[in-house]
């Protein structure tokens, strides 16, 4: 979609995705090697219970599956921003994650193209949502 085609309010939902043990394991030894994520055992011992996903993982997932929708196209220039970022709840193996996104701002600027920006909100199979998280991006025309 062009800039001028998106609305306020406008929400999409995107397809679901199922993060699993070995994805978290993999992903925290190269980006996020603390206990919660790598050592299950230790993990069992720990406030959550068990293994969970890194957070930076599930904005990583969350941002894969609303791109996959396809709103933006080639008419996206670049992201500009992710504001306010939160963590709500903890994402463990086998949990199913999809995504809301909802238009929360237009910014239209001098050249023609502006700046959308869509409250990401993500929940797991159970409907609990896991994050919410700010994101903005360039699109022409």
Known sequence: MRFSDFKIGQRYETKSAV????????FAEVYDPQYM????EKAKQGRFGGLIASGMQTLNISFKLWIDVGVYGDHMIAGT??????????????????????????????????????????????GQNVLRAELSALVDN
């Open 81 to 126: 921003g992710i504001n306010h970022i939160q963590f709500m709840k903890p994402v463990y193996p086998g949990d199913e994650l999809r995504v809301v996104a909802e238009v929360t701002e237009l910014r239209p600027r001098r050249t023609g193209n502006g700046t959308v920006t869509v409250l990401l909100s993500t929940y797991n199979q159970k």
């Open 19 to 26: 993060l699993t043990r070995d994805d978290i394991i993999r």
């Open 37 to 40: 994520h790598l050592d299950e």
